[in-house]
């Protein structure tokens, strides 16, 4: 098994994220690797122009609490929260993979099939077609 030294994990309000944080925290754990949390709050062209899609307060307790989580473990883990426009999540996702030099990109899937997230354009599929690393899907 490879191991990874830094892990980003994108994380979001669904029911999957408890499961993407504690593999991270395993990952993270087999060679004391650093984490960096991110959660990208889209952005959504509406008649005052680009709304965001979930309050501040929101957007950063998605991070907070999982840097926490990761912390209590015993994980050396930071986080942020960054805007996209609708639609742009992923590009903001390996963009930040980037920036922090990640081994790995650790993320849900809100479990729709292959076939339906093509179909759809889920963020994960997307992620998956635009990173040079590996990416690690959590269902």
């Not at 960096?36 to 959504?44: M, N, P, S």
């Amino acid at each position: 098994m490879p191991v990874y030294e830094r892990l980003l994990v994108a994380v979001d309000h669904s029911d999957v994220s408890p499961r993407v944080i504690a593999a991270a925290k395993d990952l993270a754990c087999l060679a004391k690797g650093k984490v960096w949390v991110l959660h990208v709050r889209e952005r959504e062209f509406g008649r005052l122009g680009l709304t965001p899609s979930e309050p501040d307060e929101e957007a950063q307790a998605a991070v907070r609490d999982a840097v926490d989580t990761l912390i209590q473990a015993g994980v050396d883990a930071q986080g942020e929260m960054r805007e996209a426009i609708y639609g742009h999540a992923a590009r903001e996702i390996v963009k930040d993979a980037h920036e922090h030099d990640a081994d790995i990109i650790i993320m849900g899937s809100r479990g729709r099939s292959d076939l339906a997230g093509l179909v759809l354009g889920s963020t994960a599929h997307k992620v998956i077609h635009l990173s040079d690393r590996p990416v690690l899907i959590v269902r």
